[in-house]
Structures are given as C-alpha cells and as structure tokens.
C-alpha cells in the first residue's frame, strides 16, 4: 500500500506580510542610520570630511590629514567666570547655549565652519577668504549687540567678547588613539589666532587681527584698521604685527579712530622705538579727544610706567631686529643670497630715510628693492611653478601683496608724506618684517616642499 503527502501550499498572504515586515525593518534601519550620521554630523562638520577627502564619517581614519591655508578666528566670552559664578549650573548652560545659538549662523554665513567650542569659546575656520573671517567677526560683534539688548530688556548683565583672526597654512587632521579620536586643527596659524583673542584683553578692543590677515584681504580698504603692537607667540621666532579694526566701535568713538590713526601710529613708532618721551604727548592729546580709545590709553599708561620706572613694557620694540642671520637660511643658495640681500637693502634704506635725509640716495634704494623684489619672487614663482607646488596660489597672493603695500609705502617716501622717524618705522615693519616671517613661514615651507624633490642644494 502507498501512501501519498499532501505538501501545503505556502499561504501567499504571509509570505507578503512578512516581506512588507522586512522591509519596514530594513526602512527603520537605514533610518536610524541615517539620523545617526546627521546626528554624528553635528559633533563632527561635514566640510571637515570633506576637506580629508572622505564622503563618509565612516570612512575617517586615524592620520588623515591634509594642509591647507585658512583664516582661523578665536572667540571668547569675557569675565565668564564672574558670570557663571552669579547663576546655576542649569542657567549658565542656557546662556551659553543661547549664546552660541547666535552666533553659529553669523560663522556659517560667511562660509565658516566651527570646528569646536571649548565651553564659553569658538574656533572656527575660514577655508575661502580671509575677508570671509573679518566679516564674519564684524557680524559678530554687531549680532552681539543686538543679543545684548535683548539681555537688557530681560534685565541681564551684558556679555563682552574678544576675538583673534590669523590666516595661513595649517594641518586639518584625525588624532587621538585607542578609542577615541577627534579631528583637530594644528600650526602656528591656529596658536598666533589664540594668542590674539588673549591679547585683546590687554588692549581694551574686541578685535585684533595678524599682518597674514591683514595681507590676505582682497579689499583691506574696505576695514578701520591701525597697527596695534607686535608679539612673539614663541620665544625664538620673529615678532609679529597685529592690528586693531574697529569698524564695528560705537560711531563718535570710530570716527575719531580714524581721524587720528596717523597720529596714534606715529606715537606707537616713538614708543617701540623707545622715544617714550616723544610719545606721550601725542597719546595724550589722543586720549583727551576720545576717552573711550582704550588701546591709546593703555599705551599712555605704559609711557606713564617707563618714565617713572625706566621698565619698558612689551617685547615689541624696532631695535636692532630687522638684520639677516643664518637662522633664515632655507637650503637653497639663490634664494638665500637673495633674501640676504633684500634685508641689506632694506636697513640702507631705513638708514636713508631716518638719517641721510638725501631724496636722491633714497629713490636710487627704492627702485634697487624695487628691482631685487621682483627678480626675487620671480625665481621662486618659476620654482613653484616648475615643480607644480600645490600652494602656489596662496604663495603669489601674499607676493602681489607685498608688492601693493610695497608701492602705497614708496609713494609715501619718495613724497616725503609723514616724519622721518614714522616713514622708518613703516619700512621695519612693511618691508623687513613681511620679509622675515614670510621667509620664515611661507618660503621655508616651499623650501621642504622643494627639499623633498631634490631641488635645494645645501651650503
């Protein structure tokens, strides 16, 4: 006997719900992994994945890096500590939040990107223009105000902020290890924007910016810019200048800024110069038109403090700095011999201009700079060029510069436009002190760049 197994047929009914669970299942997963990446995204922005090349968080690894030149803009909330100290712990996150909820779109605005907050600070980065990050910290200030009155209306103190802008070549990368990683910013561009957020404290104004920033606006006329001082960010490297703008000072008080620029620089030439005697009046005068000028007052201080104790204050003074020094040399014979010869040059020319007097001798100077400057940007733009050096546009632009200030100032010599001893300050810190630290940041980096291909030829 034979039996025979009826074998069900499949119910299609089931086989359809369960392919419309998995694939509701599928669709939550991708879901979930989606609004987790937008929520990865929000520690982690977007344009710094993309500056490493990858088109995922996922794809991040440890080491990644890539160099770029970028505006690096420092943000802090003044006297924090006293503010935090008059709240709870929940209304001082609330006002930071609030805080920071203002400020986020005035960066992403202007093309920034907050690369972090460090509690009541900002660091963000400026990939496209250093006009970009200037804006954007004018935007601040005036976005400030507006949030202020309304802290007013509610009866709360008024927050403060200062902010340091610098431009200029920087590692973006992935450090970290075992664990945990995180993306972060490093160079010496990243430290002088910190250091000037700090030293705006010590001045009294809420925005200071470098010689690189002020260098890489296309427009610099645009801004109320005078020179502010000069500082060391380490102990061995050449001192380097910093400007106060002040586009965004009450009117009355930016007015008479602007009125007086001519007149606060020069007193600021007599003081790094150590003619304090020569200074202080003319900081006086300043002070007594415009009280609110805190940054004149503090120099008239300073002239107050050294005529009473002898001690100078600042490492910032014009004294016997400007001088070429084998500390200089990058590797390659020509460059070298014509950086040198360019700085002798130049302290002939100041020599000329400060104590010679003679027109002659200093247009006959002027136009041998003139002539050497060329010759000399354009060996190592041909260099650049020859070895397909990635930074070149970044490199031609500070030269074109150079080369704009560079005419502004011969303008001003040759006419005779100022006192003596003003003319030969703006020569140290125009012509020698663009030519030191350009060759000390932008050419010793084109020179391991040429080092790397075999180009230099050691002494």
Known sequence: ?????????????????????????????????????????????????????????????????????????????????????????QQTFDMINSYLSVMNPVISTHHGIIDKYMGDAIMALFPTAADDALTAALSMLARLDEYNAGRERAAYAPIRIGIGVNTGLLMLGVIGGGNRMEGTVISHAVNLASRLQTLTKTYGTPLLISEHTLYSLS?????????????????????????????????????????????????????????????????????????ADIPAKVYLQRCADFMETGVYAGSEEFIGEAAWSREYELGHDVIDDQHQTLMGIIEKLHEAVTTVHDRT???????????????????????????????????????????????????????????????????????????????????????????????????
């Open 1 to 89: 006997m034979s039996h025979s197994f009826d074998i069900p047929e499949e119910n299609p009914e089931n086989a359809l719900s369960e392919l419309a669970a998995e694939r509701e299942a599928h669709a939550g997963t991708r879901a979930r992994l989606k609004l987790l990446e937008r929520t990865l995204l929000h520690f982690v922005p977007r344009d710094l994945i993309s500056f490493l090349g990858k088109a995922s968080l996922i794809d991040v690894e440890l080491g990644d890096q890539i160099e770029k030149t970028m505006s690096v803009v420092f943000t802090d909330i003044r006297d924090f500590t006293s503010l935090s100290e008059s709240m709870t712990p």
């Open 219 to 291: 427009e610099p006329e645009k801004f109320s810019v005078r020179h502010l001082g000069r500082v060391k960010v380490a102990y061995k490297t050449h001192p380097e200048s910093i400007y106060e703008v002040f586009n965004q000072d009450a009117p009355e008080v930016r007015e008479q800024k602007s009125r007086t620029v001519r007149k606060f620089e020069e007193a600021l030439a007599c003081y790094h110069t150590r003619n304090v005697a020569r200074a202080q009046p003319m900081l006086d005068e300043i002070v007594r038109d415009n009280p």
């Open 361 to 459: 001798t200093t247009s006959a100077l002027m136009l041998t700079l003139e002539n050497n400057v060329r010759e000399h940007f354009e060996l190592e733009e041909q260099l650049m060029h020859d070895y397909h050096y990635p930074f070149a546009a970044d490199h031609i632009a500070q030269h074109n510069s150079y080369k704009k200030f560079f005419h502004k100032l011969r303008e001003e010599i040759e006419t005779h436009v100022g006192d003596p001893w003003y003319l030969g300050f703006r020569i140290k810190l125009f012509l020698a002190d663009w030519l030191l630290n350009h060759s000390n940041r932008d050419d010793r980096h084109l020179s391991r760049f040429l080092n790397d291909r075999g180009v230099l030829n050691p002494r």
